[in-house]
């Protein structure tokens, strides 16, 4: 202990002393944050390093690929052709069935003998098939009538199919709403099409009014979607950020293999989650881990087992540990065993077994990893065990959340291109939109085809037509 000096008090040195520790301990707080910083700089610098050190490894690949080729023509060997041997059907595009319009090729002029040539027979036919761009201007005369009887006169009415009175048709309508909704364009950039390719001109504005009006003439589509997917007895829910009017969101999704809802919320809890699937729902839920959806009962919420393999993949790649490379191991061979028991058209107790013990044993390398989050991913996996394990009693339940993350995909685009949305008016419609949208492609249906027929339908006063092949 250092000798306090002359002019202080023993009083007065103890309280210098642990001001000078408080020092000392603030500093000791801002370099541990300044080192995890760091460590977290380097883990990323390592996961650059792979996607670039997985690029050189593609390009070696492609170039030893091509010095073989050359080796071969070299050594006077036949190079293989492309496309499938011979023998085989063809693989090629298919040709048209139908032919709507003929032209006549010939040679002109004389032959070299100078004699005149004259039609034999058709030598050849090729058949093409091209894009014909063209708007065509109808004009609808709306006949006024008198009755023979009484003499009242009427005005007879558009077709229903216009909705309406509009100065764009219900076809070029539904080709801009499945560049929106199906295809994700953004709005400017559906306007230049129309305005550039077809010599149609549309507004980013003109456009934005019509996606809003006609969403709305099509909620009852996009309930019929919800109430559809909470029939289901199995449900993936996911979510990925969103953008409304510059702050954070959330895009949720609800899908089965033939429905998807989406909702925009702007924040990620259990309301939000409640707003895509309520409460009185007793069906499965299949999840992520996220914590908000903790409260669902066990024996009905299985979680996904792509995202702990993810993050034992990731770990074991950056920093290359025998120890973490156990754990991704181990993830690989109880999702291996899993697969292969519900594979078996009866259930078999033994291949339930293997898969259990796969189970097992991936925690017992889980304690042993190198990383902290890897240890504790087992402790969680194995906390949460009757969640990850309903995979193997019931075939039902899917091992991961793939199909949702597909569906979600195609807004990343939207949001990084357009940013989002800017208003929760706006947020309702891209939802509803794409809502309607996905769903059709998965009945095998389309936009372009649905959104003529739904207009006719409301300016009728009858009932949309289902968004689905097989309606209740």
Known sequence: MPTPPATETQTEHIARLERELAERDATIAKLGVVVEDLRSQLEEWKRGHRVRDHRRRSKEKKAARAAKAAAAVAAGEAERKSGRPEGHEGSGRRGPTHVDRTVTCRSGGACACGGARTDLAIGRRHRVEELVIQVEVTEYQCMLEQCTGCGAVTEARLPAELGGAPKIGPHAQAVAMALRFDVGVPVSAISRVFGEIFDLPFSPGGLSQMFERNVAKLEPATAEIHNRVLQEPVILVDET???????????????????????????????????????????????????VYDYLPETRHPQCWAHPLRTARDIAEIHSDVRDAAMHNGIGAFITAAKAHREVKWPSPDTRATALAAFEAMLVVARAAEHEKLVTLGARLDRQRIRYLLCLDDKTVPLTTN??????????????????????????????????????????????????????????????????????
């Open 241 to 291: 950020g969103w953008w409304q009017d510059g702050k954070r969101a959330w895009l949720s999704a609800a899908v089965t293999p033939g429905i998807s809802f989406f909702h925009i919320a702007p924040r990620r809890d259990r309301a939000a989650f409640e707003s895509v699937v309520p409460s009185w729902y007793t069906g499965i839920v299949a999840t992520d881990a996220y914590s």
């Open 403 to 472: 199909q949702v993350e597909r569906d979600l995909r195609g807004g990343i685009p939207v949001r990084k291109l357009s940013f989002g949305t800017r208003n929760p008016r706006g947020s309702l419609q891209w939802a509803e939109g794409v809502s309607i949208a996905k769903t059709l492609k998965k009945q095998r249906k389309h936009l372009v085809s649905y959104i003529p027929k739904a207009l006719a339908a409301i300016e009728l006063g009858v009932a949309l037509p289902s968004v689905f092949a097989n309606p209740h």
